[in-house]
């Protein structure tokens, strides 16, 4: 019995050797295993994670705003507040008067071509007057209306029940980006471009308070502007503000040369009535940005598209005024500065993301929703991130399928384009794909593509 047991340790012995030497081989045919990425963190906790667990608003910001919503005793507020959603959400750009001349001129045509077919005498002058109010009465049947949002007292409280917790999951999934990624940032000062109810300013309290020492909060909205004070004293006109060094304007700081740490502006591009004054916007912001540019708007086909309006003013136009010669470059959430192949490949469906929260009317219960919203962040200098060590990493623009043994992850990659990557422990590395397992839509991956792999791209 000793024999077979020690022949059997000997065995044993002998067969660890060979899976530990198949191992080694195996990490030097995939460089990819000998990259430390993680840098210890678990896998699940991996560098390329951005998303964030269920968010809720700061119990301060909870409680001054249902005392707010209490005191406004605002009719019908559930109804009301839903109303406005949807309507936010389904809101669409005013159409520019470019097009609309063209689609005038078109349909004219069109009217004019089918009554010259008729056959008999045509008095024109006549014909031209019913020809020029078929076009009138069917551009107005057809054109969206866009219309500016108004806010009195009562519908800022109106507004703030509807997209308080919403928008303020979406600002700190986005700004959680750049604490992440770029932990030694430390801004000093902020300016919010159609600051709202301040949800930016509550959101950069909670991450860089300690270095913070002024943030400049725009609104056009005096009303708005006083709601969102009535929310950092906890609706007390006496008491002091959560945190201080918070101003409160209806127009920007006139001066050009006047820049900002951080500059943001957050759902605040869809309430510009037209292309030219929203490219303005972006160029003064820009102006007025020394380090990052964060612009936040819904995830829906308007609100990606806009962005990516901001992203080409900044990456291809030449501004008139110059201060600061540094060019923009993008941060997040591309990992290139090609033409978003979401436009081009799949134009119906946004970039767009999402964040879990629990709303306004639910403190104390375990209601969750959902923000989707599309981002975009341009930054000043263009270092490349600590955690990546060189690396490439493509951005998850899905959820990802968690299937036996395989992952299906289908991301948008730094050569511009969207790829969809059957991640395996054999193909990418144990640590790639139980990273993948953990991540989630909005994250990025650490996937290296080998040369033989076989890569299904999301364009076929």
């Known amino acids: 019995m000793a024999s077979r047991s020690y022949g059997a ?60 919503i209490h005191r406004a005793q605002v009719s019908r507020l559930a109804e009301r507040a839903h109303k406005l959603t949807n309507y936010l959400w389904s809101r669409k750009r005013a159409v520019e008067d470019r097009t609309l001349r063209q689609t005038a001129a078109s349909l004219e045509k069109e009217l004019w071509e089918k009554a010259m077919r008729k056959v008999g005498d045509i008095d024109e002058q006549l014909l031209e007057d019913r020809i020029r109010k078929k076009v009138f009465k069917e551009l107005k049947r057809t054109t969206y209306h866009w219309s500016p949002m108004k806010y009195d007292e009562e519908m800022g409280v109106v507004y703030m029940a509807a997209r308080l917790a919403g928008g303020y999951a979406a600002v700190r999934r986005v700004l959680n980006e750049i604490k992440k ?55 007390d006109e006496r008491a002091e503000p959560h945190f201080k060094h918070v101003y409160f304007r209806q127009f920007l700081p006139l001066s050009p040369k006047v820049q900002f740490d951080l500059v943001t502006a957050a759902f605040t591009l869809s309430e510009l009535p037209n292309v030219k004054d929203r490219e303005e916007a972006v160029f003064t912001l820009w102006r007025k940005t020394s380090s990052y540019l964060v612009l936040v708007e819904n995830g829906t086909k308007e609100g990606h598209q806009m962005l990516m309006e901001a992203r080409d003013t900044l990456l291809k136009k030449q501004e008139k005024i110059v201060h600061d010669s540094r060019p923009a470059s993008v941060f997040a959430p591309c990992s290139h500065e090609f033409m978003c192949p979401k436009l081009v490949n799949d134009p119906v469906t946004p970039c767009n993301f999402l964040q879990q929260y629990h709303p306004l009317h639910s403190p104390g219960h375990h209601e969750r929703q959902t923000e989707k919203f599309s981002y975009l962040i341009m930054s000043r200098t263009k270092a ?18 968690r299937r036996t043994r395989h992952v299906h992850c289908h991301m948008c990659y730094p050569d511009g384009q969207l790829q969809h990557k059957v991640v395996t422990a054999k193909k990418h590395s144990r640590d790639v794909y139980r990273c993948a397992r953990s991540a989630d839509w909005g994250d990025r991956m650490p996937i290296i593509q080998k040369p033989e792999e076989d890569v299904h791209s999301d364009s076929e």
């Open 181 to 235: 990624r770029d932990p030694s940032f430390a801004p000093q000062t902020l300016l919010d471009f159609g600051s709202g109810l301040g949800t930016v300013a509550w959101v950069s309290q909670a991450y860089w308070g300690d270095s913070l020492k002024e943030m400049v909060c725009v609104d056009s909205s005096g009303p708005m502007n006083i709601l969102a004070e009535r929310l950092l004293k906890g609706d």
């Open 384 to 401: 490349a991130d600590a955690e990546t060590d060189g690396m490439d990493w493509g951005r998850l623009i899905a959820p990802v399928l």
């Open 9 to 68: 340790c000997v065995l044993c012995r002998r067969a660890a050797a060979v899976k530990l030497t198949c191992r080694g081989m195996s990490a030097a045919a995939n460089p990819q295993m000998q990259v430390d990425f993680l840098k210890g963190v678990p896998h699940r906790k991996h560098p390329g994670v951005t998303n964030l667990k269920t968010l809720r608003l700061p119990e301060e910001l909870q409680i001054a705003a249902q005392s707010i």
